[in-house]
Nanobody, 127 residues
């Protein structure tokens, strides 16, 4: 059984907003790393945002800083990615991932620590 499961993708026009959800009951009450990643056709996977569930510290890729917000709701065992001011270049399959915490500078990085991955949810932004 998958430990993480995404939902909330869809199609939106440029400038719009979407909120992705990641159900992760095993992780939100422990000290782990959770992250959102994306992969567009023909491109490498990119780490978008991470959160340390033990303390709430976050990391954002430069490409989404100021537009995306990662957060956790322990009562709902869910991690969210609020995406505002969406651009066509944000179009990709978005994946939620989780794993043991390996902190660099107090935040979760985007490589090496993620052991559980969701199936992905598609986000399409039209111009």
């Amino acid at each position: 059984q998958a430990q993480v499961r995404e939902s909330g993708g869809g199609s939106v026009q440029a400038g719009g907003s979407l909120r992705l959800s990641c159900a992760a009951s095993r992780y939100t009450h422990s000290r782990d790393c959770m992250g959102w990643f994306r992969q567009a056709p023909g491109k490498e996977r990119e780490g978008v945002a991470t959160i340390y569930t033990g303390g709430g510290s976050t990391y954002y890729a430069d490409s989404v800083k100021g537009r995306f917000t990662i957060s956790q709701d322990n009562a709902k065992n869910t991690v969210y990615l609020q995406m505002n001011s969406l651009k066509p270049e944000d179009t990709a399959m978005y994946y939620c991932a989780a794993g043991p915490a390996i902190l660099v500078g107090g935040v979760c990085g985007v490589s090496g620590t993620y052991t559980d991955w969701g199936q992905g949810t598609q986000v399409t932004v039209s111009s």
